[in-house]
């Protein structure tokens, strides 16, 4: 409580205030000032400040991915398998697919204008841009392929909730981008946190997936506002002004990046995808609930990956190979060991713990323990694609990751739903892990190319 004490009297307090409207040159030197631990913040002193990012990036990204994949969950214990497996898809599956609209690949760009070539207006303006575009795919999608008024309702309403989360990672990155990640963490964690309570509050009393859903969307905008947005405006050196020609430089910039992570989410949840389409709604909750693991695994390996792209980055630059080959072969390892550690986890008792999740008989899960298994590794997989996305994005070969996730979106495309429709929750299973290994080599083959390439360079100039 005494966290959100802190933060909404300052958003009260700031709504009354006017912006100072500082220039670019006095924000660079309000953010100096911050990075060489002169200034104090608002949470105490900067000597404390890495810790605290630490801690509360950790928290934050720990409770929304967790909420993420438990959501559902909570939706099958309390309404049944079929509500819970409409859940399941809309806020996983369709809704994190919609939110890439929303986000649109500008985290990156947004978090690392150091030089504030662009403001917050400007990045804000665009997101609220890509936000509409990405409600307007929400309904399309949800009156074209729901079936039912109930279903696109709550479609519509978990989608709506994805756009608010898109709308708020504009502001959480701006506070990393000020100097100020921890703000980042409490905004993440205490909207989360904020909008399940209200999601699992309203779904016990109504009994009612659609009225549990508007719920959650109301208290999605609800959060955005009381702890992304108002605590944004604290912080003097925020500039709000929107300049001429910056929708169409940031469409330009981020392109690229937004098509790539499109696809990448596609590929990802093309098995999903062709479940709820071939298999039905209670299909969707069992195979989402086998899917946790391999989310947990992809959770575990970012908090390894994230921390060492940056040493990553400088070996790459300064020309430091076997080190930088060092660093990638020991974060390889490390994704090999967790999954090989989950899988045998998994089949000791991962079906036992997933019944109690669902609510379900032991013997009615065991049918789909090879699966589990197949989903997990696949899950392996998936977070050693995403480590080979890091790195070819350090070597610069963004082109290269472009065609491979046009060529990987084309073969989930055909693959998965003909799998699903033949062979069920395993056959989808398959083509999941197919999709993740195939991905996962293509990127290891470019980054080997490149290395020959450096290497070729090397002993030509040595001669």
């Known amino acids: 409580m005494n966290v959100i004490y802190r933060l ?19 924000i660079n030197t309000e953010n100096t000032a911050l990075n060489s631990k002169k200034e104090k913040t608002g949470y105490g002193e900067d000597k404390d400040l890495e810790k605290k990012n630490l801690i509360w990036n950790m928290l934050g990204s720990g409770v929304y ?48 204008d150091m030089s504030f070539k662009c403001s917050f207006g400007d990045y804000l303006r665009f997101r609220m841009i890509t936000s ?100 944004l405006k604290s912080i003097r050196a925020v500039d709000y002004s929107v300049k001429k020609g910056s929708i169409l430089k940031l469409f330009n910039l981020s392109k690229l990046l937004f098509l790539s992570s499109f696809v990448d989410i596609y590929i990802f949840a093309a098995a999903k995808y062709a479940v709820n389409s071939a298999l039905g709604d209670e299909a969707n909750a069992y195979f989402n609930t086998l899917f946790i693991p391999t989310s947990v695994i992809n959770l575990m390996a970012g908090f390894i990956i994230r921390p060492a792209l940056t040493m990553l980055s400088v070996n790459y630059e300064r020309g430091e190979i076997k080190l930088f080959n060092k660093r990638i072969l020991k974060i390889s390892l490390y994704i090999a060991g967790f999954t090989i550690c989950a899988m045998a986890a998994a089949k000791i008792m991962g079906i036992r713990v997933l019944s109690m999740l669902l609510g379900t008989g032991i013997s009615e899960l065991k049918q789909y323990e ?94």
């Open 65 to 112: 991915a967790i909420t993420s994949m438990l959501l559902g969950v909570i939706a099958s214990r309390i309404l049944g398998k079929e509500e819970g497996g409409i859940i399941f898809f809309a806020f996983s599956t369709l809704g994190q697919q919609l939110y890439i609209i929303s986000y649109f690949g500008m985290r990156p760009i947004q978090m690392t």
């Open 132 to 231: 509409a575009a990405a409600l307007a795919g929400g309904i399309i999608y949800s009156v074209l392929f729901a079936g039912s008024l109930n279903k696109m309702l709550i479609w519509f309403s978990m989608v709506l909730y994805k756009v608010f989360d898109g709308i708020a990672d504009c502001y959480e990155t701006e506070y990393q981008r000020q100097g100020r990640l921890y703000m980042t963490g409490k905004s993440s964690l205490l909207r989360t946190v904020f909008s399940a309570a209200v999601f699992i509050i309203a779904t016990i009393i109504t009994k009612n997936a659609l009225y549990g859903s508007a719920a959650f969307a109301v208290s999605g905008f609800i959060s955005v506002y009381i702890f992304a947005a108002c605590p």
């Open 370 to 463: 090879n699966s589990f298994l197949i989903l997990i590794l696949g899950g392996g997989f998936y977070a050693l694609l995403n480590l080979f996305y890091y790195i070819l994005v350090i070597i610069k070969e963004r082109n290269a990751i472009f065609a491979v996730y046009i060529l990987g979106g084309i073969t989930a495309y055909f693959l998965s739903e003909r799998m699903a429709k033949s062979a069920g929750i395993e056959g989808a299973a398959v083509s999941y892990l197919i999709l993740m290994v195939f991905v996962s080599f293509m990127f290891i083959a470019v980054f080997l190319k490149k290395l020959l390439s450096i290497k070729g360079k090397k002993e030509y100039q040595d001669a």
């Open 8 to 26: 909404i009297p300052g958003c009260i307090r700031t709504d009354c205030m006017k912006h100072s409207g500082k220039s670019y040159k006095n």
